[in-house]
Structure formats: structure tokens, C-alpha cells
């Protein structure tokens, strides 16, 4: 089993900036890659950056150049610095941990508002 817990999120003006934490516990060993997902009112579930236990990343379109993905593995700890946030961007966002099996955990969300 393993536990993600999240933190950051909030309220932000467009083109301000956030960082979203997610620290994982328990089996982290069987852990793949880990992401964050993000979900709109009406929308489906959408990856939005993901990272895999040798670094490599990926992001979806929509915010490549202004989202980074990094991790600690000391801290076993993934972040999400979101920079120049629009109010599509506007979504609870998840964490998620893949495991080797390809079994997935998430987080408890963290809402993320872009309004002026």
C-alpha cells in the first residue's frame, strides 16, 4: 500500500504562480512514476505532468513551459510548480502513484482556482 498526501493549492490571480506537494509512504518501493492528474467541473480526469523513478517526464500540451514536475527521493516527496496559471487551469488536482503493476494510488485532491 501506499499513501499520498498533498498539500498547496489555493486561490491565485492569472499569471501568478503555485506549488503543489504530494508525499508518499508506505510500499514506495513499487513505485513506477508518479503524476498529477487534474479534474474540471464536467470534464474527465486529465493527466497534466508525470515523472518516472529514473527522472524522465512528460507533460500535456496544454501546460508545457509552464508547469515543472520534479521529485525529492529523500523526501519522497513530487512537486508541481505551476507558473503563469490561466483560469482554464483551474481544476482539484490529484496526485497519483503508478506502480510497477501498474496499480494506481491517488491523492485526497487540492482545489486550484484561477480568478481574478
Known amino acids: 500500500q501506499v499513501q499520498l498526501v498533498q498539500s498547496g493549492g489555493g486561490l491565485v490571480q492569472p499569471g501568478g504562480s503555485l506549488r503543489l506537494s504530494c508525499a508518499a509512504s508506505?510500499?514506495?518501493?513499487?513505485?513506477?512514476?508518479m503524476g498529477w492528474y487534474r479534474q474540471a467541473p464536467g470534464k474527465q480526469r486529465e493527466l497534466v505532468a508525470a515523472?518516472?523513478?529514473?527522472?524522465?517526464?512528460n507533460y500535456a500540451e496544454a501546460v508545457k513551459g509552464r508547469f515543472t514536475i520534479s521529485r525529492d527521493n529523500a523526501k519522497n516527496t513530487v512537486y508541481l510548480q505551476m507558473n503563469s496559471l490561466k483560469p482554464e487551469d483551474t481544476a482539484v488536482y490529484y496526485c497519483?502513484?503508478?506502480?510497477?503493476?501498474?496499480?494506481?494510488?491517488w491523492g485526497q485532491g487540492t482545489q486550484v482556482t484561477v480568478s481574478s
Open positions: 497519483n502513484a503508478l506502480s510497477a503493476t501498474r496499480y494506481s494510488y
Open positions: 508506505g510500499s514506495i518501493f513499487s513505485i513506477y512514476a
Open positions: 515523472i518516472t523513478s529514473g527522472g524522465s517526464t
